[in-house]
């Protein structure tokens, strides 16, 4: 069996900063202190439970499965923080998860599935990843599954890649008068090996599987944040590292937030669950916080049964869609932001989603910005589209409570308008009746928010009965 400190000195692939792999084998090369049972305290990765808000920490570099090393490290092994999130997902008192995440990274193995399974749960709860200070590498890849990513003033993502690592110690090894046999079955079984140089038929093997592995990397960021794989290869840095603000304008991150602040507008509280993990954020930042949603779900529990029972189809959490379309305006184009940011409005010109669509990234429907998500483009739930004056957009929204609730919600007329998140490419500022005008001219769309204050006049939703086929729109 290899020892921990020549496992680390194999060509094996991390997603994980250079400097990080460095220490992690330095670490190792202390390995004594495993022996002594010296170890360091391992990390508390139990969610933290706040009023219904639960907190997952991800802190420290991440290996597959627990062993050792990740106590050595005081790391998390992801597939323990795999079976935490699992549970919260399940948690019927749980309205969002927040993913507190400090991480360099660590092993390539293990993250992809994590991600996925952080991305698929989006449509089920809120999901937060909340950088704190640090999310690198592996840890960025986690955290740009969420829903929403947010970076702390003094934080810094990226390092979007991968790296292999292979040590020569042919001339330390020579010197000690030490020489290795290897007897193999199979041509290639010891290329790696290190008491001699890598040749060249076993470097362009391992940096076509380092490239294979950056390419996955690259293409879950960029559905994860609705963007093209060859925008995230241009602008998260090819390996760089970046500061909150900048991560925020090139579209890694959504906001600059501290955690306090996240928890403040999520209206946790502090509290522990004795009976395990479980628990997640409730959403004080949408129209309902978590003892609100309880109220209105009792309130108007006769309401939502008798919504149950006029859909064919039986169980209320059937993965099939509810057989209503709400559709409507989601941003007319050449008017005014109802509200002002940082003193100035904003407006939309025509056509500066045309790109954005065409590129065919992911839009989302969701509540109030980060509540639950209704549908998508990628699956065909959602359709958005231009017209000469508009931003319209068709959603058939899923036979599930939440969908529901918002049925009842657009029924009743408490879903007034619609606003969208997007990321700017192109702008000018102009002033218009003494205000201050951004106008928007080129943008990708990320998402578009049912709500019950729109951002922008002129936006609608509208209800109707689903016909066999999808409307056109026009």
């Known amino acids: 069996m290899l020892s921990l400190a020549a496992t680390l000195s194999e060509p094996d692939v991390w997603a ?22 010296r170890v360091g305290v391992r990390n508390s990765s139990e969610p933290r439970i706040r009023n219904g808000v639960a907190i ?26 795999g079976r935490q999130f699992d549970r919260l997902v399940r948690d019927r008192d749980v309205d969002v998860i927040a993913l507190e995440i400090d991480s360099p990274g660590g092993e390539y193995f293990g993250v992809q599935e994590l991600a996925e399974k952080i991305y698929q749960a989006r449509g089920r709860k809120r999901i937060i990843a909340a950088v704190n200070p640090y ?51 199979g041509k290639y079984k010891a290329e790696r090996r290190n008491d001699r140089p890598l040749n060249d038929e076993a470097r362009k093997c391992l940096q076509h599987q380092v490239n294979e592995k950056g390419r996955v990397f690259v293409d879950a960021v960029a559905r994860y944040r609705r963007r ?57 930042a949408s129209v309902f916080n978590h003892r609100q949603r309880l109220a209105f779900l009792q309130s108007q529990k006769a309401d939502l ?14 993965p099939d869609r509810l057989p209503v379309v709400i559709e409507g305006i989601a941003c007319p184009f050449g008017r005014d932001s109802n509200q002002a940011a940082d003193g100035r409005f904003c407006r939309i010109a025509p056509g500066a989603f045309t790109a954005s669509l065409a590129d065919g990234g992911n839009v989302e429907a969701v509540w109030q910005h980060s509540g639950p998500m209704y549908g998508q483009t990628c699956d065909g739930t959602l359709r958005v589209w231009e017209d000469s004056g508009c931003l319209r957009y068709e959603l058939h929204p899923p036979k599930s409570i939440e969908g529901r609730r918002l049925e009842l919600l657009v029924r009743s007329g408490r879903v007034r308008g619609v606003s969208i998140r997007y ?29 019950d204050c729109p951002a922008m006049p002129g936006t609608s939703v509208g209800i109707r009965d689903r016909t066999v086929t999808m409307g056109e729109g026009g």
């Open 228 to 284: 093209s794989a060859a925008y995230v290869a241009r602008q998260f840095g090819e390996g760089r590292m970046f500061n909150a603000r900048e991560a925020v304008k090139r579209g890694m991150a959504d906001r600059v937030a501290t955690m306090e602040t996240i928890l403040k507008e999520l209206g946790g509280g502090d509290r522990r669950r004795n009976a395990g993990p479980g628990g997640s954020p409730s959403a004080s």
């Open 305 to 318: 049964l008798n919504l149950a029972l006029k859909q064919p189809g039986g169980r209320a959490d059937s």
């Open 423 to 451: 990321q700017v490419e192109k702008a000018s500022a102009i002033t218009s009746n003494g205000n201050h005008v951004e106008v928007v001219e080129r943008a990708t769309l990320l998402h578009i928010g049912l709500t």
């Open 56 to 81: 997952l920490p991800l802190v420290g570099p991440h290996t597959a499965r627990r062993t050792l090393l990740t106590d050595l490290l005081r790391g998390v092994a992801l597939e323990d923080f």
């Open 16 to 37: 994980a900063m250079p400097q990080t792999i460095e220490a992690m084998r330095m670490m190792v090369r202390c390995g004594e202190l495993v022996r002594a049972g």
């Open 135 to 185: 999310a690198g590498s592996g840890g960025y890849w986690i955290a740009s599954a969420a829903g929403e990513v947010a970076v702390t003033p003094s934080g810094e993502v990226g390092s979007i890649g991968v790296v292999a690592v292979h040590t020569d110690k042919s001339g330390a090894l020579a010197k000690a008068g030490i020489k290795t046999s290897y007897v193999t079955a």
